[in-house]
């Protein structure tokens, strides 16, 4: 029992000493949002703009490590893969196979993850949703 209590012990002051370990967590100025039928973007904001824009609302937990590492990590990889905030910056080759990959994504039930869902039951996407960013898709392919 008081190796139980020494182990628990442990890794309570550990857990403490892992807060002092800095996680960055900042939203750098927006470039030219998305061109994107208004309810489109309402969707998108909702379900997505958290780790796919330069404005995310980072939750009270991204302040508690390791959880803040694992958030921090996956804004950096979301913003890396697609930002809706810096959108027009991008090449029209890349826009216009991002346009397919967004709907894939969405449409395999990848996007947004499973554990995002979970944890922010806003972001899960209704079939209609998903019917518009499908029709978005479809249209943003036709022109480019």
């Known amino acids: 029992m008081a190796r139980v209590v020494s182990v628990a012990g442990a890794l309570l002051v550990l857990l403490a000493i892992i807060q002092f370990v800095p996680v960055q967590k900042s939203n750098p100025p927006s470039g030219a949002e998305i061109d994107a039928p208004l309810e489109v973007k309402q969707v998108f904001r909702r379900a997505c703009y958290d780790c796919h824009s330069n404005e995310t609302l980072w939750p009270w937990y991204s302040s508690l490590a390791p959880v803040s590492w694992l958030v921090a990590h996956d804004v950096r990889e979301g913003r890396a893969k697609v930002n809706f905030t810096a959108w027009k910056a991008m090449e029209p080759e890349k826009e216009a196979d991002l346009v397919g990959e967004i ?21 899960r996407m209704a079939d209609s949703e998903k019917t518009l960013i499908r029709q978005w898709s479809r249209d943003r392919k036709g022109k480019t």
């Open 103 to 123: 709907w894939e994504e969405v449409e395999d039930g990848e996007m947004p993850p499973w554990f995002y869902r979970w944890v922010h039951p806003g972001s």
